[in-house]
DNA sequence: TACTTTGTCCTTTTT
DNA sequence: GGACAAAGTA
């Protein structure tokens, strides 16, 4: 057991060995930040400098505050009992369910996830008769949430317009169900121990004592809400040591704010800034190109990795017709990587948006390779299993109307809308659950039910109560006689091991609370996305956003649809600091490398059903000639026009096209806006318009009388 | 009541 | 092209 200190670098060393104060760590990507946080805490209490239970430890995903602990356990034979290690949502459940009463909760508070918040914000909605075009749900919800973390509650929205007081009404009506039904959603887990704490002061002194150091990853993620929960825990004995890439910051569309770098420097008066600039993981060429693209943003702390690798091979840009074009290139490439021994896990596929996924998915299966994509539907997010956890919910809290609403009528057992609509109102009248109101109506036959599963399952250990409660629930006789239902079927029986293999490690870690064991499973189901799904392990191309890439690395990476309006993305353009932050994510991309890098565009692509005509990105532009290779000459000049003969679209193609001297699809040059393709047109002689897209200019409406355009 | 068909809308994602 | 909700049919 040994910390190996030997083996870091200065920098890592001085960050690891830092005294008992605030610390900022900026580590570049591949500086081996995961390394030094956790060698700091080994060191931290090697050194006797803390104990455990000392420590406070925050991650953005369980995935990395799994790698933290197994790295941990590694170095130092020690119980992590005692020591707060995880998510902030999972430390905030865990403060709550310890101080329930305090937090005014019932103690099986059931969590929401995303879905759930969006199905309970609906339901609301329409009970209150809301008018869901004026008030789309989707951004009710994303107002919600935002105010959340924020930190403010319905009372302290500033009101600046009519439409926010209508907001603020719903926010107000949310959080009261949600009161009443005792849930909680995702920014609520937060805010709600944010607020315990606040106003508890004997709590926050208590915690504040105990947590002498506080470590957190990803800083440049946080939001507000969450820097100020961790500033809670501030004392005179406390001292904060927070690791963070300025560059890496791409989650502000859903509240980060890498200000709390700057912020948490200065309300600390931090005086130590380390900064890790040596790069581990990528050749030269692939480092350079990273620096040289992100060097053109202009709100950075700065900083410039370098590695002591060589400069490698020259990065590989292809330029394809179609975007069927691009998949059949990379698929041959693939097959070659493959021929010369990497392994096809070893190999990542990055795309901007998930739709991109299908083409590339389409031409890897013709050719039988092995693939998987990450992202999408994840485990407890399928639909069957949300069933089964439902039925397991109205187990553990009989007054889960969401849950209620979702399997009362699943499968089908002759409760119908109208029921239900009754059961509603009767529940509203009342002010009681819908389970409390069932009695006297059609739906006696679901509570019921619902009563002898608990009977049933009463002194039977939590996977034979899933077990149970999957079988007797009907739900399998359901799905076998459902035509795919086998997959499904699968899944249910999948969560019955999930429930085994997590009584398992409650077993192992005992870190729980004194919570029973069904709620604490359903906590971890929301909690816990499960990101274990099936075929893991399994040798594959691995596929995946930008996003989820982050914090990955892979031998061969290939970064696709590097095209205007893609990526970067054309909505993105438009947003406060978009562009940068489009341009971070490319450089994460980037950085994900070991060895190769290949970078590839299409000149057309089917998207949303229609056929877009594409100019290559900036970003393209941004890296460095000499690090580049062409497999296709560059932007090549003969645009090929795609096919249109066969497709329906042809003759409205073609009388649009009459009169106009112009082909869609055909390159132009304007004076101003340079150079650009031509994507729709209408009218003809003097009236004629044609529609281009000028890349980084936009894409422009232009009167052909008017404007000075020209064949390129 | 339950299943099928048609019309609308599209970033990125973890908890 | 696909998810989801509302409208249509047995």
Known sequence: MSLHLEHLNPEQLAAVTLPDEHALILA????????????????????????????????????????????????????????????????????????????????????????????????????SGVDEDRFPPREVQWFINAQKEEGLRPGEVPLTDENVRRFVELYAAYDEQCQREGVVDFPELLLRSFELLSRNEILREHYAQRFSHILVDEFQDTNRLQYRWLKLFSSRHTSYFCVGDDDQSIYTFRGANVGNMADFERDFKVKHVVRLEQNYRSHGNILDAANALIANNRNRLGKNLWTAAGAGEPLRVFEGESDNDEARWLVEEVQALARDGTPLSHIAVLYRSNAQSRVVEHALFSQGIPYRVYGGLRFFERAEVKHALAYLRLLAFPDDDNAFLRVANFPPR??????????????????????????????????????????????????????????????????????????????????????????????????GEAVDPLTAFLTHAALE????????????????????????????????????????????????????????????????????????????????????????????????????????????????????????????????????????????????????????????????????????????????????????
Do not use: C
């Open 28 to 127: 570049g990507a591949g500086s081996g930040k995961t390394r030094v946080l956790t060698t700091r805490i080994a060191w931290l209490i090697k050194g006797g400098r803390v104990s455990p239970a000392g420590i406070l430890a925050v991650t953005f995903t369980n995935k990395a505050a799994r790698e933290m602990l197994t790295r941990l356990t590694a170095m130092l034979p020690v119980n992590p009992r005692g020591m707060w290690m995880g998510t902030f949502h999972g430390l905030a459940n865990r403060m709550l369910r310890a101080h329930h009463r305090e937090a005014r909760l019932p103690q099986s508070f059931q969590i929401l996830d995303s879905q759930d918040q969006l199905a309970a914000l609906k339901r609301l909605m329409k009970a």
């Open 414 to 511: 002759g409760i119908g809308a109208r029921t239900i609509e009754q059961l509603q109102d009767a529940a509203k009248q009342a002010g009681a659950s819908l389970m409390k109101v069932a009695d006297g109506s059609k739906a006696l036959v679901f509570k019921k039910l619902i009563e002898e599963l608990k009977s049933e399952t009463a002194n039977l250990p939590l996977p034979e109560v899933v077990e149970h409660v999957v079988a007797r629930s009907g739900l399998i006789e359901h799905y076998k006689t459902e035509r795919e239902g086998a997959d499904r079927i699968q899944n249910l029986e999948e969560l019955v091991n999930a429930a085994a293999a997590f009584t398992q490690e409650e077993r192992e870690t005992e870190s």
């Open 529 to 712: 996305a499960g990101e274990h799904q099936a075929g893991e392990g399994q040798e594959a191309l691995q596929m995946m956003t930008v996003h989820s890439a982050k914090g990955l690395e892979f031998d061969a990476v290939f970064l696709t649809g590097l095209e205007e309006g893609l990526f970067p993305h054309e909505q993105s353009v438009n947003e406060r600091d978009g562009l940068e932050e489009e341009r971070r994510l490319a450089y994460v991309a980037i950085t994900r490398a070991r060895r190769r890098l290949y970078l590839s565009h299409a000149q057309t692509r089917m998207l949303h059903g229609q056929t877009r005509y594409n100019v290559a990105s900036r970003f393209l532009e941004e890296i460095p000639n000499g690090l580049m290779k062409w497999l296709t000459p560059r932007f090549s000049r003969q645009r090929l026009v795609p096919d249109f003969s066969r497709s329906k679209d042809a003759f409205m193609m073609k009388r649009k096209e009459e009169g106009i001297g112009f082909r869609i699809g055909q390159n132009v040059t304007h004076p101003k806006f340079g150079t650009g393709v031509i994507v729709d047109a209408e009218g003809s002689g003097t009236e004629a318009r044609v529609q281009v897209n000028f890349g980084a200019a936009g894409v422009k409406w232009l009167a052909l009388a008017v404007a000075k355009l020209q064949a390129a």
